[in-house]
């Protein structure tokens, strides 16, 4: 399959270009590197370009003839986007419809787009599946909620076939240690704290210890980058099945605190990692844990890393090394 990638040069998406291409696909990467590397995708055709460019993106789909498209573009910090909601619809919203529009021209008709757990706000139950209400707290949630709206419709309009996958908290890196996550500012958790077991960036903080949870930190479920990467192929291939639109959660349907993922990283470095209390950052449900049920059955996908300390071993083996 010949596979444009959106966002592909950020982090999850470097690992699914690295993914086609283990699976012999021609993945070409579109991209405005706003937060991606040139780096991570050294090895494929990279198109410098924004999804908000029609004209190019016009281009783009006339120069090339693609199987299927996966859309990982967005802004995608949570505690920004609430300070910044006109961003964040018009990156993620706006942007995501100049795609659907130049995919209906070309006549594209399979997208896998990344949705998020943000799209489900507070939880009502521990283990959150597919029927779980959406009620997205913050605009980041709130836009990718509505791009999931906006894919049911076009399903019965234009015959657009879509997977939304809901990824859960992605984390470590690529076993090559050539490719990991690199953002800036860095705001997840376990990049910063290996970066903080490096001496890099600001002391650790662990926002918030009084939640109702086991060590009073909040409890999310990490599932590996590469794991999440396997799932577009399968979603793809679901596609050739089925039309309309559909929606999975991507997690491993266990759950980790901070203090748990801070003691893994310790097990992992040998280093002892020291953090200081803060308070809680605004918009953060205490527990995220996703039922990975529907995604076992309709898709065949089952997360193949599931040890926490292989996961953070992973992303530290990227850290200690990192090249960008
Ligand atoms: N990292 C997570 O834990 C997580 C969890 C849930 C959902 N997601 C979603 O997964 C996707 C990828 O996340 P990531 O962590 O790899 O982020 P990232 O920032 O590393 O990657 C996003 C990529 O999209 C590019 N991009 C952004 N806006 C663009 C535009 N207008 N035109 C062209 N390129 C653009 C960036 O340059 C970057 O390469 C995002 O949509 C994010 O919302 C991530
Ligand atoms: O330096 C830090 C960073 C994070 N945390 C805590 O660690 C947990 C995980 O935080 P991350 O920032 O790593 O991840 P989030 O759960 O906030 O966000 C992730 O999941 C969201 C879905 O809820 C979005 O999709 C988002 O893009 C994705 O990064 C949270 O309780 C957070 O408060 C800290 O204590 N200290």
Not at 12 to 31: F, K, Q, T
Not at 262 to 284: H, L, Q
């Amino acid at each position: 399959m010949k596979v444009l990638v959106c966002g592909g040069a950020g982090y999850i998406g470097s690992h699914m270009v690295r993914c086609l291409l283990a699976h012999h696909h021609e993945p070409v990467v579109y991209d405005n590197l706003s937060t991606g590397h040139r780096e991570a995708v050294a090895d494929v055709p990279l198109i410098v370009g924004d999804i908000r460019d029609s004209e190019t993106l016009r281009t783009v789909f006339d120069q090339h003839c693609f199987d299927a498209a996966i859309h990982l573009c967005a802004h995608s910090l949570v505690g920004e986007s609430m300070n910044k909601p006109y961003e964040y619809y018009q990156n993620n919203v706006f942007g995501t419809l100049c795609l659907l529009e130049a995919m209906h021209e070309a006549d594209v008709t399979k997208l896998v787009f990344s949705s998020t757990a943000a799209v489900f706000g507070h939880p009502l139950a521990p283990l959150i599946d597919e029927e779980h209400a959406a009620r997205p707290i913050n605009p980041y949630g709130a836009s990718k909620w509505m791009v999931e709206r906006i894919l049911a419709d076009a399903a019965p309009a234009y015959g657009l076939r879509s997977v939304s996958l809901r990824y859960f908290n992605a984390a470590g890196a690529d076993p090559s240690g050539e490719i990991g996550e690199s953002h800036h500012p860095e705001t997840h958790l376990i990049p910063n704290i290996l970066r903080s077991a490096l001496g890099k960036g600001s002391a650790l903080k662990i926002f918030g210890d009084d939640y109702p949870t086991k060590d009073g930190t909040c409890v999310r479920d990490y599932i590996h980058v590469n794991d999440l990467a396997e799932a577009h192929l399968r979603a793809i291939r679901f596609l050739d099945q089925h039309d309309g639109a559909h929606c999975f959660n991507l997690g491993s349907s266990s759950g980790f605190t901070v203090l748990e993922i801070i003691e893994a990283a310790r097990r992992v470095t040998g280093m002892d990692i020291s953090f200081e209390r803060a308070s809680r950052r605004a918009g953060d449900p205490p527990v995220l844990v996703a039922s990975n049920v529907k995604a076992r059955v309709q898709l065949g996908w089952r997360p193949a890393i599931t040890n926490i300390d292989d996961i953070v071993r992973s992303a530290w083996l990227w850290h200690s090394q990192a090249r960008y």
